[in-house]
T-cell receptor, first 114, second 114 residues
Framework: DTAVSQTPKYLVTQMGNDKSIKCEQN?????MYWYKQDSKKFLKIMFS???????INETVPNRFSPKSPDKAHLNLHINSLELGDSAVYFC?????????????FGSGTQLSVL | GQQLNQSPQSMFIQEGEDVSMNCTSS?????WLWYKQDPGEGPVLLIA???AGELTSNGRLTAQFGITRKDSFLNISASIPSDVGIYFC??????????????WGLGTSLAVNP
C-alpha cells in the first residue's frame, strides 16, 4: 500500500478552469502538507494542516483552497487556473513532535495549464 | 528571509566515484535533513541530523551537521547508476510563533555515467 497517495498523477486543463487534487495518507500521521515544485525544481511549501487544522498558510493566492475532511486526507482545490499555476504539486505528511521534519511525500501531480 | 545555498547545482560523474555536496546558510538551524528525488517521484528522506557535529551514515551515504549549525554536507561513496536524482538539503528551525519550519535548498542534480 502506498503511504501517501495523491490523484491524479497528471492534470492538463485550460486556463480559467477549476480543478482539485486529492491526497490520502495511511501512516497515521497528524500533519499533512501541500508543496509546489516549479520548473527549476524549487520546493515551496503552500499549506500545512495538523489534525484537520490549518497551521501554515504561506503566501499563496486565495484561488488555492485546501480542505482536510479528516487527518488522513488533505485535498487541494484550485479556482480560475492560470498559466503560472503549471507545476508539480506534492502532498506530504509527517508525525507531530520531534519527527515533524521527516516528511513522506506522494509521487506528485503534474499540473499543466494551457 | 532565511535561505540555503546548496552546491554544486549539478554533477556528472563516473560510476564508482565519490560525490560530495553541501548546504550553507547565514542562519542557524536545529535540524538538517537530506532528501533524494527520483525522476517522476516525490522526495524521500535519506538522513536526518539533530545535533551540531553529528555525523550519520546510511549505507554509502554520510552526512554531517556542521559545528556552527549553519551548514551540512552529504557524501556518497562509490556511486552507482541508481544514485541518479536530485538531492535536497533542508534546514529545520522554530519561528517566532514556536512553529517548526523547514527551509529547502535548491537541489543538486546528480548524473552517473555507467
Amino acid at each position: 500500500d502506498t503511504a501517501v497517495s495523491q490523484t491524479p498523477k497528471y492534470l492538463v486543463t485550460q486556463m480559467g478552469n477549476d480543478k482539485s487534487i486529492k491526497c490520502e495518507q495511511n501512516l497515521g500521521h497528524d500533519t499533512m502538507y501541500w508543496y509546489k515544485q516549479d520548473s527549476k525544481k524549487f520546493l515551496k511549501i503552500m499549506f500545512s494542516y495538523n489534525n484537520k487544522e490549518l497551521i501554515i498558510n504561506e503566501t499563496v493566492p486565495n484561488r488555492f483552497s485546501p480542505k482536510s475532511p479528516d487527518k488522513a486526507h488533505l485535498n487541494l482545490h484550485i479556482n480560475s487556473l492560470e498559466l503560472g499555476d503549471s507545476a508539480v504539486y506534492f502532498c506530504a505528511s509527517s508525525q507531530a513532535g520531534g519527527w515533524i521534519e521527516k516528511l513522506f511525500f506522494g509521487s506528485g501531480t503534474q499540473l499543466s495549464v494551457l | 528571509g532565511q535561505q540555503l545555498n546548496q552546491s554544486p547545482q549539478s554533477m556528472f560523474i563516473q560510476e564508482g566515484e565519490d560525490v560530495s555536496m553541501n548546504c550553507t546558510s547565514s542562519s542557524i538551524f536545529n535540524t538538517w535533513l537530506w532528501y533524494k528525488q527520483d525522476p517522476g517521484e516525490g522526495p524521500v528522506l535519506l538522513i536526518a541530523l539533530y545535533k551540531a557535529g553529528e555525523l550519520t551514515s546510511n549505507g554509502r551515504l554520510t552526512a554531517q551537521f556542521g559545528i556552527t549549525r549553519k551548514d551540512s554536507f552529504l557524501n556518497i561513496s562509490a556511486s552507482i547508476p541508481s544514485d541518479v536524482g536530485i538531492y535536497f538539503c533542508a534546514g529545520g528551525y522554530k519561528n517566532a510563533g514556536n512553529n517548526r519550519k523547514l527551509i529547502w535548498g535548491l537541489g543538486t542534480s546528480l548524473a552517473v555515467n555507467p
